[in-house]
């Protein structure tokens, strides 16, 4: 079981820079795969990267790779997602997730069981 809960989102002008935070709370937060996923108005929520419970893989989409990092912090419970050179078409909420304890990482929706509210990221051209 977990809560989890995003902060950092905010404005920024294309080519800035925004970094994410996931803090979550509960049992055992080393065990649980990780992700960020977005979603745009009108559009369906799409898979933005994710890592493994150790953090020793990650994983992005096609359409970030090269601009942002996602990382973990066990020992603080917080995910990060480090967005660099953001793009207009990068405005979404922003959405941390996590698998059951001991899951694999995933870019499917259905794999992650817990979810945070959503931090809304705009950038602007």
């Known amino acids: 079981q977990v809560q989890l809960v995003e902060s950092g989102g905010g404005l920024v002008q294309a080519g800035g820079s925004l970094r994410l935070s996931c803090a979550a709370s509960g049992r055992t937060f080393s065990s649980y795969a990780l992700a960020w996923f977005r979603q745009a108005p009108g559009k369906e929520r799409e898979f933005v990267a994710a890592?493994?419970?150790?953090?020793?893989?990650?994983y992005y989409a096609d359409s970030v790779k090269g601009r942002f990092t996602i990382s973990r912090d066990n020992a603080k419970n917080t995910m990060y997602l480090q967005m660099n050179s953001l793009k207009p078409e990068d405005t979404a909420v922003y959405y941390c997730?996590?698998?059951?304890?001991?899951?694999?990482?995933?870019?499917?929706?259905?794999?992650?069981?817990?979810w945070g509210q959503g931090t809304q990221v705009t950038v602007s051209s």
């Open positions: 890592i493994s419970w150790s953090g020793g893989s990650t």
């Open positions: 997730a996590a698998t059951a304890p001991g899951s694999p990482s995933s870019w499917y929706i259905e794999s992650y069981d817990y």
